[in-house]
């Protein structure tokens, strides 16, 4: 089994890999304060309610993939995989870690892991040209040229952020739930709030991913949307652009870049 760990700055999505099948995933919410001791609990208390996983840590797990976003929790991760899985190979995704993707960036080093992890498993799925639209934390947008490079993207407050941000500077509006309402139209307030966050990024979606592929491709028809992250549910149904829905696209990232440095060396 792989257990892949994709760390973002809201929640970790934690993925179990039988060969190329995902068999069990599990989201919890991302804590900076966590020690690699805690840490290790909270899998031990999540995989061992798994069938196909003994009751010791780190039973039936033959490799770690590992992103994240947060660098103190990679730091504990790191730390976890040394004293609880010093047997079993693990990676971390970070510089000089083989992923198969050039990043053509100004500072390669400075683009997030998980994005670059998204590019790798949108090539092996879908080729290039692609933009992967990740709704996460940040919603962000990159994108993949035809040759399979990751050529940059854009970044842009994500829903949960817009969501808080109108609840703590409104003066007379508060935190609603992200959910559709019943029409474009607002009937009151929350209705009027849940239509500008719904509708509203959907527009920005299709802006943003028609500007993109304008500039990634001859034909914009060619390039591939595929939309991934917790949120994406919710713009999916508005959104005109989105082609395909992957949500586990950055595990199964990471799962490609682990055979890529462990299976295959």
Not at 68 to 76: D, K, R, Y
Not at 194 to 217: C, K, M, P, T, W
Not at 259 to 264: A, D, G, L, P, Q
Request: hydrophobic fraction near 45%.
């Amino acid at each position: 089994m792989l257990l892949t760990i994709d760390v973002g700055n809201t929640h970790t999505v934690l993925g179990l890999f039988d060969g190329e099948d995902i068999v069990e995933h599990w989201r919890i919410s991302t804590d900076a304060r966590r020690t690699a001791d805690e840490l290790a609990v909270l899998l031990q208390g999540l995989m061992g309610m798994h069938p196909l996983l003994g009751e010791e840590l780190g039973d039936g797990i033959d490799g770690i993939a590992i992103c994240a976003t947060v660098p103190s929790v990679l730091h504990e991760l790191r730390e976890v995989t040394r004293r609880y899985y010093g047997d079993v190979p693990a990676i971390l995704v970070e510089p000089g870690v083989k992923t198969g993707v050039p990043i053509l960036m100004d500072n390669p080093k400075e683009v997030g892991a998980d994005r670059i992890i998204n590019a790798v498993a949108a090539v092996e799925l879908y080729g290039g040209p692609a933009i992967v639209v990740d709704f996460g934390t940040a919603t962000t947008f990159d994108a993949v040229s035809a040759r399979g490079e990751y050529v940059g993207g854009v970044i842009a407050p994500g829903i949960e952020i817009s969501v808080e941000a109108l609840g703590v500077r409104g003066a007379q509006l508060r935190k609603i739930e992200v959910a559709r309402p019943r029409s474009v139209i607002g009937k009151n307030t929350v209705e009027a709030m849940q239509s500008g966050i719904i509708y509203g990024f959907a527009g920005q979606v299709d802006g943003i991913v028609n500007r993109v592929a304008r500039e990634l491709a001859d034909d914009p028809d060619d390039v591939t949307v595929i939309a991934t992250g917790g949120l994406a549910p919710m713009v999916l149904g508005e959104s005109s652009v989105i082609d395909e829905h992957e949500p586990w696209l950055t595990l199964i990232g990471l799962r490609l870049v682990y055979e890529r440095n462990v299976s295959r060396t």
